[in-house]
């Protein structure tokens, strides 16, 4: 019997349930497993045949889930969890998904924060931090001394955040990508007294009709990270025009499941075990053909 395992760093609850019911519809053993409690045992690694999941964001998560990874076990990477990407938007860039203006902000110069302002159009700007979701670390900067002064806070804190056009008014799309298809798409709405959005408890927002390039650009923009599964976060201009502002992986998955029973931890499930399979086929066959060549020496 495959083994589903799954890393769990502080995700929400309904994540690994739904993962683990799919896994038991399907006869598929659920291991899932504390990044914080993780014993690294040298022995202690997923088999080929195997499949693999990564919930959490910590760096403990990330640690667990190469350590348990080897040739042969299904992820949704294309090349597997070793491999990292640098900037994002300019891997996206290079891919031809279509971004908004940005920066990478090294630099408290004024001069040259004034020019990076009339780059972006102008304000208000979007000032961006890495490593948080939810919303978290994205800001709206109004003016030239906000400018200043979060700049001089952050650079001197040794963080180096990235500049960004404000794209206003905009629909704020999420797209969930397994494989090289769109499994769900859906509109996020913007809090009250804020410019950010989250996730709606609204039918309508999940069953609304997108624009028809969101779903080409959506799987291009997960595959241009190298993965085969994520949530992929696109403001539609009312111009018409489409931003990939980025695209998450892992990603919160469940709010279409539980809202209009879309059955994405199925489709997560069901992709991971073809690809188990023809990955450990080819192990199998790698082994055969060593075999033969010792035999002949």
């Not at 890393?7 to 504390?34: K, Y």
């Not at 500049?163 to 969930?176: D, E, F, G, N, S």
Request: proline share 6%; net charge negative; charged share 20%.
């Amino acid at each position: 019997m495959p083994k589903f395992y799954f890393i769990n760093a502080n995700v929400p609850p309904e994540t690994g349930r739904l993962l683990r019911e799919s896994c038991e519809q399907r006869d598929i053993e659920f291991v899932e497993i504390d990044a914080a409690s993780f014993d690294y045992e040298p022995g202690h690694r997923a088999s080929p045949g195997d499949m693999l999941y990564c919930a959490g964001t910590s760096a403990a998560a990330s640690f667990v889930e190469e350590h348990l990874y080897q040739p042969g076990v299904a992820t949704f990477y294309l090349d597997g969890p070793l491999n990292r990407n640098g900037s994002p938007l300019r891997v996206f860039q290079l891919a031809g998904v279509p971004v908004p203006r940005w920066v990478h902000v090294t630099t408290s110069e004024r001069s040259l924060l004034r020019h990076y302002v009339e780059r972006m159009g102008g304000f208000p700007v979007i000032l961006k931090f890495s490593g948080f979701s939810r919303g978290l670390g994205v800001t709206r900067i109004d003016s030239l001394p906000s400018l200043f002064s979060v700049v001089d806070y952050v650079l001197a804190s040794g963080s180096c955040p990235v500049l960004c056009a404000y794209v206003h008014p905009a629909t704020h799309w999420r797209v969930i990508v397994v494989g090289g298809r769109v499994v769900s798409h859906y509109r996020n709405v913007t809090d009250k007294d804020d410019f950010r959005t989250s996730g709606s408890d609204a039918e309508e927002d999940y069953r609304a009709v997108a624009p028809a390039a969101l779903q080409e650009i959506a799987v291009v923009a997960v595959h241009a990270l190298r993965h085969e599964f994520g949530g992929v976060d696109m403001l539609e201009h009312t111009s018409g025009r489409l931003y990939v502002l980025e695209s998450n992986h892992p990603c919160y998955f469940a709010s279409p499941q539980l809202v209009i029973g879309t059955d994405i931890s199925g489709a997560m499930v069901e992709y991971l075990l073809q690809k188990a399979a023809k990955l450990a086929d080819n192990v199998g066959a790698a082994r055969c053909n060593g075999d033969k060549i010792l035999e002949n020496t």
